[in-house]
């Protein structure tokens, strides 16, 4: 077993003990990206940057395609607007997913991924 999967497990372990849903704490996209073999911590255990570039980032490009294709374009919205509006969405996003994720860790009290 890799370094990598001990902590993951470790983690899980950690993680279901507390009374959060595993879907919370094991989000289906976590088990696409290590069934792709990326080698991601749970999102309670990734700093509060990489929370919100991770999120903020997917949330933004979903967001601003789905809206452009069912609103703004057929609204004549600039592409340029839709691009800064989709961008601040996902930063907004990114922030609040970021600090729901940090009060977690706080409430729970749980480990750091390096102590793991």
């Known amino acids: ?6 902590k993951f497990e470790a983690a899980l372990n950690e993680l279901q003990a507390t009374e959060m849903w595993a ?3 094991a ?3 976590l088990m696409v990206l290590r069934k792709a073999g990326i ?6 255990y990734l700093g509060f940057g990489k929370v919100i570039v991770c999120y903020g980032v997917f949330f933004a490009a979903a967001w601003g395609v ?3 294709f069912f609103k703004w374009q057929a609204e004549g919205f600039a592409v340029s607007a839709a691009i800064g ?3 601040m969405a996902g930063a907004i996003f990114g922030c609040a997913m970021a600090a729901i994720y ?4 706080r409430r729970w009290k749980l480990s750091k991924w390096e102590d793991l």
Do not use: F, I, L, T
């Open 1 to 6: 077993m890799s370094e990598y999967e001990r």
């Open 23 to 25: 879907s919370n704490y």
């Open 27 to 29: 989000p289906p996209v």
């Open 39 to 44: 080698k991601v911590p749970p999102p309670h």
């Open 66 to 68: 789905a809206m452009w």
């Open 85 to 87: 509006a989709s961008v």
């Open 102 to 105: 940090a009060r977690a860790r």
